[in-house]
């Protein structure tokens, strides 16, 4: 049979999945984007990963509007005024986002609801009833978790409202997080948002003193899984080395550092440059699009975000340690050689030049990116401990907390809680906050027993997941990755942290 005929008569997939699945698969088909030898053998070995972002990319793979430009001036493209209440607000959004591309075909980013909606939130009982229904049409309309809408750093009735409803609600889209500053955040807004996450899983915490730190002028904003980006901007790729792989190549961490990895990274940039020469010179994107006439996006705001996994087992290879309960995030030597490894990757991205990103210095980015299904156990998700050895909460914080610092477009990690947590919230803000303060970019948590569950970064219900078994559709369409992530790489086997 014919992969069109896989995809048309597989029960789990909706109409709207196949349309996208045979879109993907006629984007696969062409040749037109240059790619070089080293490249695709690469690929073929596993070291490196596209991420499935087709041979012919015809829009950038993450956008972040500014949306406060369709607030003040609308859109002349989709007749939208500027509204003038919640109702037109709401409404407003809910028809812009159908028009914002990004890989999965969904918005990533559906901007700072706190700030977005302040202005308009005159009676509290329509602000409520209008985010209700609001929340409703994005969890039903736009169907993946890789949506994502920011929260805070200030309190405000809009806030307390959507944390409300998300925990009344208990959907997994959109993911939210809370851009969280010690000197904007009240402990009270930080106590309600922990009682959400450990009821829904949302929303996370950004460390928004570092952030804004890199962001300088600029603003940012949190998307898809964790991903930092501009606002009126975004990432144009976001290609993968799995260090793992590449271990394998060396004969010692000498080697691996000072010959393989260098070679590997080398291409990887060169892959990045060749791709983002293709979506700004060939595509029509930049040269058409709405979002660019209207200045809603501007190109020099986009960069390149050079992705990383599986330091863990990397680490762990090289030092021989066949015991991971005695390796990576146990032991110092670990630790070192694993910052090490980081320091080499960022340096030899920020001196490489980067092409059409020239608002953000001309240099791409680093991301500890989420890890796919297909990863199984042997690369895990950026540089976070292996599941099934995570040591102690205070440890693994510390951890993670030192090997943050290089990944300006995002990194993190995620930390179950057993049912005790939900009676002391102001015990895990306290942790939260020592996270941060310690040099940790990013916090996500949930209760074990919940429904709504962070997989690697996004979120999908375990329910959702039984259907997949049973052989039905999920409308969520990132469950199908769920389900894998669970079933090949244990992502939902995380240790369970009591108090």
Known sequence: MSKVHDIISDPTLTYEQQVLSLARLAENMDDSLARDPEWIEALNEEILCDLGEGLAPYRPRYIVP????????????????????????????????????????????????????????????????????????????????????????????????ILELTEEMQLAIPNITLLYNPEKTSDDFGVASVKCMLA??????????????????????????????????????????????????????????????????????????????YIVEESSFFKSNFLVKEGFVKQENFTGMFGVVGLAECVNHLLDSKDQNAGYGHNEEATNLGLQILDTIHDLVVGHKGLYCEGCNDTYVMHAQVGIDSDGTENSPGVRIPIGSEPELRDHILLEAKMHKHFVSGVGDIFKFDETWTKTPEAVLQIIKGALTSGMRYFSGYNADNDVVRVTGYLVKRSEIEKLRNNEASLNQVTMFGKGAEEKGKALSRKIYSE
Not at 81 to 95: F, R, S
Not at 204 to 219: H, P, R, T
Request: positive net charge; aromatic residues 12%; glycine residues 4%.
């Open 200 to 277: 829904t899983s949302k929303p996370s915490f950004a460390n928004d003193v570092m952030y804004q730190q890199d962001a300088g002028s600029k603003e940012y904003a949190i998307v898809s899984c964790y991903n930092s980006l501009r606002v009126g901007g975004g990432g144009y790729t976001l290609p993968r080395i799995r260090l793992y792989n590449a271990s394998l190549k060396a004969k010692d961490a000498n080697d691996f550092i000072t010959h393989v990895l260098p070679n590997y990274v080398q291409i990887m940039l060169k892959n990045m440059d060749q791709r983002i020469r």
């Open 66 to 161: 500014d949306y406060k430009v369709l607030m003040e001036k609308g859109c002349k493209f989709l007749n939208i005024e500027a509204p003038t209440d919640i109702w037109e607000a709401t409404n407003a959004l809910l028809i812009f986002y159908k028009h914002v591309p990004s890989i999965t075909s969904f918005p990533v980013y559906l901007g700072n609801f706190s700030k977005l909606f302040a202005p308009f939130d005159t009676d509290e009982k329509q602000t409520k009833k209008a985010l209700r229904l609001f929340l409703q049409h994005i969890d039903s309309t736009l169907t993946d978790s890789f949506v994502h809408a920011n929260i805070g750093p200030e309190d405000n009735r809009v806030s307390r409202i």
